[in-house]
């Protein structure tokens, strides 16, 4: 086992670093770096959901036909945000599972090709005479 680079050691944690055939590979670090940039995105929506409550506090009526609701614009926003992101998740959930039956008709039908190619490579040959 080679030893790390003493400056990658003490500039990255132990955690980040993986060794492969006597080099040091920054495998994790970008890993992490996503995950970064991904609660920075989202702690920047939330801050801008604060913000905007803030800003509009006044109450909304809501009339649905069979009842009337009356919330704050902030959080009536939010809630139908929040429906049409679940909305888009159950579409993308259908679109997925047609998706996996898809795979599976393929890869049986994978096992069977290879099936029948295994049991005719197994065959005697005939001549053509």
């Not at 902030?74 to 579409?91: E, K, Q």
Request: aromatic share 8%; with cysteine; net charge positive.
């Amino acid at each position: 086992m080679s030893r790390r680079p003493q400056v990658a050691a003490a500039v990255l944690p132990d955690l980040f670093l993986r060794e492969r055939s006597g080099s040091v590979n920054v495998v994790g670090l970008s890993q992490m770096l996503r995950y970064v940039v991904y609660f920075m995105v989202v702690l920047v929506v939330f801050m801008v959901a604060v913000i905007f409550a803030a800003i509009n506090p006044a109450p909304m009526t809501l009339d649905l036909a069979f009842t009337k609701l009356e919330m704050q614009t902030s959080l009536a926003l939010i809630a139908f945000m929040a429906a049409g992101w679940l909305f888009g998740l159950l579409c993308a959930g259908f679109l997925l599972l047609k998706l996996l039956a898809d795979r599976r008709k393929l890869r049986k039908a994978l096992h069977l090709a290879e099936a029948e190619v295994r049991s005719l490579r197994s065959m005697p040959m005939q001549d053509a005479d």
